[in-house]
C-alpha cells in the first residue's frame, strides 16, 4: 500500500497562474480532505468530499476548487494564484468506520511569486 | 465545533513521562477526542483516540475525565524523536466533517 500520495511535491507559480495538486490513496477511503499549512500555524481545512461526486468548503475554500471523480482521487485547483496561497498543502483520507482516522500525505510546497 | 485549549510549547528532558492537556469545555455528546502528531516537512500521524475514561495504546494513553470538558495526552519516557507538534482534536460523527485543527502543543525533548 503507498497509503496517500500527493503530486507535485513542490511547485513555484508565478501570480495569476492556474495549477492542480493530484492527491491519491489505495485504502478504498470514503472521505478525502485537503488542507493548507501556513508556517508556524496548525492545519485549516480547505475543501473535503465524503464520497465520489461529492465535496464540501471547510474553513478556508476561497480561491480553490476541488474535484472527486474517482473515489480514490481528489483534486485540488487554483485559477489564479495568490501569494496568500503559498502555503504546505496536504491530502488526508479517512474510513467512515472506527476511529475515523485520518491518513496524510507527504505534501505539497508551493510558493506564489 | 468544539473549541479546543492547548499549550502553545512545552519542554521535556529524555526518559520523562509527558501530559499534554487540551481544554474543550463546550464538548458535544457523540463528540469523540482524537490526538495527532506532526514532525517537521510531514504530515500530522494519528496517536489516539477515546471518547471517555482511559484509553491506551503502544505509544501513548489519553486520559479522559467525567465530565468530558478536559483530555491528557500521556507520552511515556520520551525520547529526542517524540519532539514535534501535538494536537488535540474534538470530532463530531455525523455526516460532514465537523473538527477544527488548532495550533497544537510544540513538544521539545532534550537530551
Redesign the interface.
Known amino acids: 500500500n503507498a497509503g496517500?500520495t500527493q503530486t507535485p511535491k513542490f511547485r513555484v507559480l508565478k501570480t495569476g497562474q492556474s495549477m492542480t495538486l493530484l492527491c491519491a490513496q489505495d485504502m478504498n477511503h470514503e472521505?478525502m480532505?485537503w488542507?493548507r499549512q501556513d508556517p508556524g500555524?496548525?492545519?485549516?481545512?480547505i475543501h473535503?468530499s465524503?464520497g465520489e461526486g461529492t465535496t464540501?468548503k471547510?474553513?478556508v475554500p476561497d480561491g480553490y476548487n476541488v474535484s472527486r471523480l474517482k473515489k480514490q482521487n481528489f483534486l485540488l485547483g487554483l485559477e489564479s494564484a495568490a501569494p496568500s496561497q503559498t502555503s504546505v498543502y496536504?491530502c488526508?483520507s479517512s474510513t467512515l468506520v472506527d476511529?475515523?482516522?485520518?491518513?496524510?500525505?507527504?505534501?505539497t510546497r508551493l510558493t506564489v511569486t | 465545533l468544539a473549541k479546543t485549549t492547548q499549550p502553545i510549547s512545552m519542554d521535556s528532558y529524555e526518559g520523562q513521562e509527558v501530559n499534554i492537556t487540551c481544554s474543550h469545555n463546550n464538548i458535544a455528546t457523540n463528540d469523540?477526542i482524537?490526538w495527532?502528531q506532526q514532525f517537521p516537512?510531514?504530515?500530522?500521524?494519528?496517536i489516539i483516540?477515546g471518547y471517555k475514561t482511559k484509553v491506551t495504546n503502544e505509544v501513548a494513553s489519553l486520559f479522559i475525565p467525567a465530565d468530558r470538558k478536559s483530555s491528557t495526552l500521556s507520552l511515556p519516557r520520551v525520547s529526542l524523536s517524540d519532539t514535534a507538534v501535538y494536537?488535540c482534536l474534538v470530532?463530531t460523527?455525523n455526516?460532514?466533517?465537523n473538527f477544527?485543527?488548532?495550533?497544537?502543543t510544540r513538544l521539545s525533548v532534550l537530551p
Open positions: 496517500v472521505y480532505y488542507y500555524m496548525g492545519l485549516r481545512l473535503y465524503v464540501a471547510g474553513e496536504f488526508a476511529s475515523y482516522e485520518q491518513y496524510f500525505g507527504p505534501g | 469523540y482524537t495527532y516537512s510531514q504530515g500530522p500521524r494519528f483516540q494536537y470530532e460523527r455526516y460532514g466533517q477544527v485543527f488548532g495550533p497544537g
